[in-house]
């Protein structure tokens, strides 16, 4: 099968950059680049270990403020070979890091508040940063067809990067998501099948193809090329930091589906801070979970180090993964940082989403509605402190969630006269 005879070629034959091997998270073993994901040790879960030794600070400093207006600004510190810019990419990031007054005037925060807005991507939503990467690793790896199970935002975003890229595509979603999404993830040309199951079951549906004649040649952005993948999301540790002007925030809210964007977001921060790119303080993660679908909060409130599947049951459909892989390591992070998990319930998720709109002009999916509502109750719980500077990450664009604020409409309909408008009480 071809994906293991790649998985055994040597470093020499793959430029991936400054990415100098993988290694297993659980036991430290090391193996070569390749489109693997498990540990052949231990089964614990690989990632990116990376060469960073030859990087003088300020000269790395310049040489990031002096890239593009996207990722690849980082490339030096991302599995990408040092010409990514030129390929052809979405090149997404680089999104707006909101300073959010009049929230911050409601939830009573003294400290600034901020909303990273990734809603400004190419497929409106984060999942570009990660697919991005996965591209990229998927051409070094000799692959023609990019997959993925989704619960719908990655589906578009590999749809849109596969087009670009000139790569087929197969995706993979539950086949009863939110009508914005589905259109989003077809409208690129690509292959979309709906699966009758959860996302549990899509993803172990494809976990099986993996293993298949049928799957040969086929990089799933978020299985066999899941280590390349995750490291999209330090971009989003990085763009903070630079946009605070090389600073630490003290405290960031980030949604939790499967826990890798907040697994990699501190990856991200350690890094800039071993680099010396900004000062060595401490800071908190926040994680947010929407209560039909929070196996991750519960084992933080009830102080457990292992997640409990659950069956999800919540609009928030963008994070409803029932058994989310990298659920323990947010328990790690979460507890070391002195963070804390925490979920809402779905009105409170409508609310939220309503409260961000009316105060900043920022209309979110539901997924920044968990992130804005667990802030909000953080807050009102004392857990997070209103005087220190915190990042809420709003992940996703609410047009693709329309049905989530369903019976937000007009105001008024009135004839075309002034008599009319006058009887409304508009006047
Ligand atoms: C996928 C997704 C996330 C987070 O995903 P992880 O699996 O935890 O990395 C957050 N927000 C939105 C909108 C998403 O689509
Ligand atoms: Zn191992």
């Known amino acids: 099968m071809a994906v293991q005879t790649v998985a055994t070629t040597s470093n020499s034959t793959v430029d991936l950059g400054p990415a100098a091997a993988l290694s297993c998270r659980e036991c430290g073993h090391r193996v070569p680049l390749g489109p693997v994901f498990a540990c052949e040790e231990c089964f614990g879960p690989l990632e990116i270990a990376y060469d960073f030794s030859a990087y003088d600070t300020e000269e790395l400093r310049a040489r ?70 996965a591209l990229e690793a998927a051409r070094a790896f000799g692959f023609t067809t990019l997959s993925c199970s989704s619960t719908g935002n990655l589906a578009g975003a590999v749809g849109a990067a596969a087009a ?76 903070i930091c630079e946009q605070l002007g090389w600073r630490l925030p003290d405290q960031i809210v980030v949604p939790i589906a499967s826990g890798s964007q907040l697994t990699k977001i501190d990856k991200g921060l350690q890094e800039l801070i071993k680099l010396g790119l900004v000062e060595d303080r401490p800071y908190k993660i926040f994680g947010a979970q929407a209560e039909g679908c929070s196996p991750v909060s519960a084992a933080f409130k009830a102080g457990h180090d292992v997640v409990r599947p659950q069956k999800p049951n919540t609009i928030a459909k963008s994070l409803a993964i029932g058994n989310p892989a990298d659920g323990p390591y947010v328990l790690d992070i979460a507890r070391r940082t002195g963070g804390a998990v925490e979920d809402v319930t779905d009105p409170e ?79």
């Open 349 to 427: 998720v409508v609310d939220a989403i309503k409260l961000l709109a009316r105060t900043e002009g920022i209309f979110a999916e539901t997924a920044g509605g968990v992130t804005v509502g667990v802030t909000r109750k953080l807050i009102e719980n004392g857990v997070l402190d209103p005087a220190l500077t915190t990042v809420v990450l709003n992940t996703g664009d609410g047009l693709k969630t329309l049905d989530a604020v369903a019976g937000t409409g007009l105001t008024a309909t009135i004839r075309p006269n002034l008599e009319s408008f006058r009887e409304a009480g508009l006047a």
């Open 64 to 133: 990031i403020e002096a890239g593009p207006a996207n990722i690849w600004r980082y490339a030096p510190l991302l599995p990408v070979p040092a010409d990514v810019a030129e390929k052809p990419n979405i090149n997404p990031g680089w999104t707006k890091l909101v300073k959010a007054d009049n929230l911050a005037g409601e939830l009573g925060v003294t400290g600034g508040l901020y909303i990273k807005d990734d809603s400004g991507n190419p497929t409106h939503s984060f999942k570009d940063r990660v697919v991005a990467q």
């Open 164 to 239: 670009r890229a000139g790569f087929r595509s197969c995706v993979f979603i539950p086949h009863d998501l939110e009508q914005g999404k589905v259109v989003m993830a077809a409208v690129y040309g690509g292959e979309l099948v709906g699966i009758q199951g959860n996302y549990d079951d899509v993803n172990r549906f494809c976990s099986e193809l993996i293993g298949d004649p049928a799957g040969e040649g086929w990089g799933f952005v978020n299985v066999n090329l899941r280590p390349y993948y995750a490291e999209g999301s330090k971009t989003l540790a990085y763009e």
